[in-house]
Structures are given as C-alpha cells and as structure tokens.
C-alpha cells in the first residue's frame, strides 16, 4: 500500500467508523437540543469523511460521495432499531456535507488548473 493510500484510507476508515458509532450509540443527552446544532454535526462529519479523498486523490470523489451518502441513509434507516430517531433533515445534512467537500474540491482543482494555464 502506497503512502498516499494509507493516508486516505486509514482516516476515512477511522471517521467511517466514528460515525457508525456515534450516530447508532444510545443517546445520552449530552448533546445540546438545539436541531441547527445535531444538523451542523451531521454536516461536519460527512465532510470531513470525504477530506482525505478529496485532499489527495479528487478523481476518487465520483464514486466515494454515492457510496458515503448511502452510508448516511443506511445509517438513517438503522437507528430506529438502536433507540434512535430517524430523520429525513439529518440524511438530507449528511449529503450537504458531502457535496460541499467534493464541490469545493472540484472547484479548487478547476482554479488551480485555471490559474496555472494563465501563467504560462
């Protein structure tokens, strides 16, 4: 495994895994009621699932997003089986995170590659 690899697959493997764990974990209202609150978590975490990848390999995004946004509604449509409450506002936040990672980095790619045929 190449360096770059490990360096995608090892954090993405561990934020996956983090997610899995605190959104089917019993709740125990440590967390604040405020619902902006529970949806910018839901919008952090999914971005920061895709961070490695699109840091580090952005061609990698166009299959990475379908399949993390399916983690999110199978996530969604397991909670209720763990005491949780599924809500479609937390998938639809999931997703907002993930296509703000991979917009913004697709947007960056275009910039530097538009900036770098300017200077020539």
């Known amino acids: 495994m190449t360096r770059r690899l490990f360096l995608i697959v090892v954090p993405t493997g561990l934020m996956t895994a983090a997610i899995c764990f605190l959104t089917l974990a019993p709740h125990y209202r440590f967390h604040t009621d405020l619902r902006v ?3 910018l978590e839901h919008v952090l975490a999914y971005a920061l699932l895709m961070l490695p ?3 580090l390999r952005p061609g990698w995004l166009h299959w990475l997003w379908p399949l993390a946004a399916a983690m999110a509604g199978a996530i969604e449509l397991a ?3 763990f005491g949780r409450q599924a809500t479609l506002l937390h998938f639809v936040a999931s997703c907002f995170g993930i296509a703000l990672t991979t917009l913004v980095s697709l947007l960056t790619l275009d910039v530097r590659e538009f900036l770098r045929r300017g200077t020539r």
Do not use: G, S
């Open 37 to 39: 609150i529970a949806l």
């Open 53 to 55: 990848t699109a840091v």
């Open 79 to 81: 909670q209720p089986q």
